[in-house]
C-alpha cells in the first residue's frame, strides 16, 4: 500500500469515495443528504486542493486501485486567539473492501507528517482538530484509538 499526494487523474475516483462517505453520514442524519450537483462540485474542490498550499490531499493506492482518501489542511482561527494556526483533518475514507488492515492509520500518519511539516512557517502549530457525529460511533472509537479526545460539543437547531 502507498500512501502518496493526490493528482488530477486521482479526483474521479476520490469524488466517489467522498459521496460514499456523505452517504454514511446521511445514513444516520439526513443533514448530510447531497446537492443533486454534489459530484461537480466535489470534483472542483478536490482540483483546488491539489494545487493549494494549505491543504493535503492524499490517496492510498493498492496497485493501481484507490483504496481511501484523507484531507487536511492548516486553519486560521480569529486573530483574537493566541493559538492561530491549526491543523484540521475535514475527510479521511477508506473502501470497505481495505479497511481494518491499517490503512487509516498510514493515512493519518502521513497527514500528522505533513502537519508538522508546515511548523516551520506556523509556529504555533501545535493542534489539530476534526469533527465527528455523535452518532458515528465507529468514527468516535477509531479517533480515539489515535489519541483524539472529545474537547467540544457542536449544537444544532432545526428552524
Same mark, same amino acid.
Given at each position: 500500500m502507498i500512501i502518496r499526494k493526490a493528482k488530477i487523474k486521482d479526483i474521479s475516483t476520490i469524488v466517489q469515495l467522498a459521496m460514499e462517505l456523505l452517504k454514511y453520514h446521511k445514513d444516520f442524519d439526513s443533514y448530510y443528504a447531497p446537492a443533486k450537483n454534489a459530484k461537480e462540485v466535489y470534483a472542483k474542490f478536490f482540483k483546488n486542493c491539489i494545487y493549494s498550499t494549505t491543504k493535503q490531499l492524499l490517496v492510498a493506492e493498492d496497485g493501481d486501485e484507490i483504496a481511501g482518501y484523507a484531507l487536511g489542511e492548516i486553519s486560521s482561527r480569529p486573530p483574537v486567539f493566541k493559538i492561530r494556526n491549526?491543523?484540521?483533518?475535514?475527510?479521511? *475514507?477508506?473502501?470497505?473492501? *481495505?479497511?481494518?488492515?491499517?490503512?487509516?492509520?498510514?493515512?493519518?500518519?502521513?497527514?500528522?507528517?505533513?502537519?508538522?511539516?508546515?511548523?516551520?512557517?506556523?509556529?504555533?502549530?501545535?493542534?489539530?482538530?476534526?469533527?465527528?457525529?455523535?452518532?458515528?460511533?465507529?468514527?468516535?472509537?477509531?479517533?480515539?484509538?489515535?489519541? *483524539?479526545?472529545?474537547?467540544?460539543?457542536?449544537?444544532?437547531?432545526?428552524?
Amino acid at each position: 500500500m502507498i500512501i502518496r499526494k493526490a493528482k488530477i487523474k486521482d479526483i474521479s475516483t476520490i469524488v466517489q469515495l467522498a459521496m460514499e462517505l456523505l452517504k454514511y453520514h446521511k445514513d444516520f442524519d439526513s443533514y448530510y443528504a447531497p446537492a443533486k450537483n454534489a459530484k461537480e462540485v466535489y470534483a472542483k474542490f478536490f482540483k483546488n486542493c491539489i494545487y493549494s498550499t494549505t491543504k493535503q490531499l492524499l490517496v492510498a493506492e493498492d496497485g493501481d486501485e484507490i483504496a481511501g482518501y484523507a484531507l487536511g489542511e492548516i486553519s486560521s482561527r480569529p486573530p483574537v486567539f493566541k493559538i492561530r494556526n491549526i491543523g484540521t483533518i475535514n475527510d479521511m *475514507f477508506v473502501a470497505e473492501k *481495505f479497511r481494518k488492515s491499517g490503512l487509516a492509520k498510514q493515512l493519518l500518519t502521513e497527514l500528522l507528517n505533513w502537519i508538522k511539516s508546515k511548523k516551520s512557517k506556523y509556529p504555533k502549530l501545535d493542534y489539530i482538530e476534526l469533527s465527528v457525529h455523535t452518532k458515528n460511533l465507529i468514527g468516535q472509537k477509531a479517533w480515539a484509538k489515535y489519541g *483524539f479526545k472529545e474537547f467540544m460539543s457542536k449544537q444544532r437547531m432545526k428552524l
